[in-house]
């Protein structure tokens, strides 16, 4: 029977398993006599790991004794435990998520074409992220998101921003390129999402700059038009990721067009400045003098 936690115990119970993440020990298991215990009594078996010596530690770890999978004292608390989130280097959490990723099947973009998995580039502690709806052809091809002809469009936007595109991170909703370019479905953004949110909990941006509606909807969950979602900030926190540091109090959230729909309709690129614009003032940048644009 699952076993009601109240919040002070919900900490210490989630505390004590990021302290066992960092040691590198996700999977947790209780003898079954345990199992029958009033509640205090279940949540410090459940955490009779901590004050365990070494070998004792070991015992109760080893799925070899006489031991039950025990089902998570807080599913919750269990569920959202990611291996990157006990780690505070960006660079290794990153990497653990691109690990997790794998050859990733879960989605029919796999098997629609695309050459390779387009993760994610950039700073992995940048205060700016842009998040677009899927790598195109030149993405696919190269294994990194926004490197066509949008792509340079973007650049541009970051340049003219004040910024490097080394200094921002870019990733996209979906990871795969859905084939012909088409708009990637909603089960395959549910499903791929996840590991942006993770991302974006690692790297804890100040700001994320949603690019285009497919991205802006996917994050916010909201069905607005753009004309709606555009000119002002939103209060985002990725959902169903948690960051390492607790201190993170999420990113402000804005929306822009797509530079692909720039490319298309170049007269909707001063609306577009207008975005970016909130966007710098928020993080104190300037542009760039007029020579370095
Ligand atoms: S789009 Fe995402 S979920 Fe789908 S196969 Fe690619 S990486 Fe996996």
């Known amino acids: 029977m699952p076993i009601a936690l109240n919040p002070d115990q919900r900490r210490a119970l989630a505390n004590r398993v990021r302290f066992y993440n960092e040691l590198g020990i996700y999977d947790f298991y209780r003898r079954e006599e345990n199992i029958a215990q009033t509640e205090s009594e279940s949540l410090e078996a459940a955490l009779q790991v901590e004050s365990s010596s070494q070998p004792e530690l070991r015992e109760e770890m080893s799925p070899k004794k006489s031991t039950v999978l025990v089902k998570p004292v807080d599913e919750n608390i269990f569920e959202v435990l990611k291996p990157e989130q006990s780690v505070f280097d960006p660079i290794a959490a990153l990497k653990l998520i691109r690990e997790d990723l794998g050859d990733c099947t879960r989605c029919k973009l796999h098997k629609q074409g695309r050459k390779q998995i387009v993760f994610g580039?950039?700073?992995?502690?940048?205060?700016?992220?842009?998040?677009?709806?899927?790598?195109?052809?030149?993405?696919?091809?190269?294994?990194?998101?926004?490197?066509?002809?949008?792509?340079?469009?973007?650049?541009?936007?970051?340049?003219?921003?004040?910024?490097?595109?080394?200094?921002?991170?870019?990733?996209?909703?979906?990871?795969?390129?859905?084939?012909?370019?088409?708009?990637?479905?909603?089960?395959?953004?549910?499903?791929?999402?996840?590991?942006?949110?993770?991302?974006?909990?690692?790297?804890?941006?100040?700001?994320?700059?949603?690019?285009?509606?497919?991205?802006?909807?996917?994050?916010?969950?909201?069905?607005?038009?753009?004309?709606?979602l555009r000119g002002r900030f939103y209060d985002f926190m990725p959902s169903g990721a948690r960051s390492s540091d607790p201190n993170w109090q999420g990113a402000k959230l804005a929306v822009t067009y797509h530079p692909a729909f720039l490319l298309r309709d170049p007269r909707q690129k001063s609306e577009a400045w207008k975005d970016l614009q909130m966007v710098m003032k928020y993080l104190g940048l300037k542009p760039p003098p007029k020579e370095n644009v």
């Not at 921003?161 to 859905?178: F, H, S, W």
């Not at 370019?181 to 991302?199: G, H, I, K, V, Y």
């Not at 100040?206 to 690019?211: G, N, Q, R, T, Y």
């Open 121 to 228: 580039v950039g700073n992995p502690r940048a205060d700016l992220m842009f998040v677009g709806e899927g790598p195109g052809a030149d993405e696919d091809i190269q294994g990194e998101p926004f490197v066509g002809r949008a792509g340079q469009l973007l650049n541009n936007m970051i340049k003219a921003m004040g910024l490097r595109r080394e200094e921002v991170y870019i990733a996209n909703v979906v990871k795969c390129r859905p084939p012909g370019n088409r708009t990637p479905e909603r089960d395959e953004c549910d499903t791929c999402s996840p590991f942006l949110m993770r991302q974006i909990a690692v790297i804890k941006p100040k700001v994320i700059v949603a690019l285009g509606a497919v991205a802006a909807k996917n994050l916010l969950a909201i069905n607005a038009p753009m004309s709606e």
